[in-house]
């Protein structure tokens, strides 16, 4: 089973045209977020993003953005404290 976590709320974004098809991401990423298509990276699994930054710190022309602890695993693990799950 693939971990899921907020759905439609991970910050994670791609820059098609900047992308020089490296495949850097894909190598970093834990949870097979991407995909080579027509020798550019494209998001496949969005809600999959657990938004390490991995990516975008090994993209070597910046084409990746992901804005760490906004939709993946930071507020899935607060909901979980509120309610006393987290134990």
Same mark, same amino acid.
């Given at each position: 089973?693939?971990?899921?976590?907020?759905?439609?709320?991970?910050?994670?974004? *791609? $820059? @098609?045209?900047? /992308?020089?098809? =490296?495949?850097? %991401?894909?190598?970093? +990423? !834990?949870? &097979?977020?991407?995909?080579? #298509?027509?020798?550019?990276?494209?998001? *496949? $699994? @969005?809600?999959? /993003?657990?938004? =390490?930054?991995? %990516?975008?710190?090994? +993209? !070597?022309? &910046?084409?990746?953005?992901? #804005?760490?602890?906004?939709?993946?695993? *930071?507020?899935?693990?607060?909901?979980?404290?509120?309610?006393?799950?987290?134990?």
């Amino acid at each position: 089973m693939k971990m899921r976590y907020l759905r439609n709320t991970v910050s994670l974004s *791609i $820059d @098609r045209e900047s /992308c020089i098809g =490296c495949e850097m %991401c894909i190598a970093v +990423c !834990p949870h &097979d977020v991407f995909l080579m #298509e027509a020798k550019k990276v494209t998001i *496949i $699994d @969005r809600d999959a /993003c657990m938004e =390490c930054g991995a %990516c975008a710190r090994n +993209c !070597p022309v &910046d084409a990746i953005r992901v #804005e760490s602890g906004t939709g993946g695993v *930071i507020p899935v693990l607060e909901e979980m404290m509120k309610k006393g799950k987290a134990d």
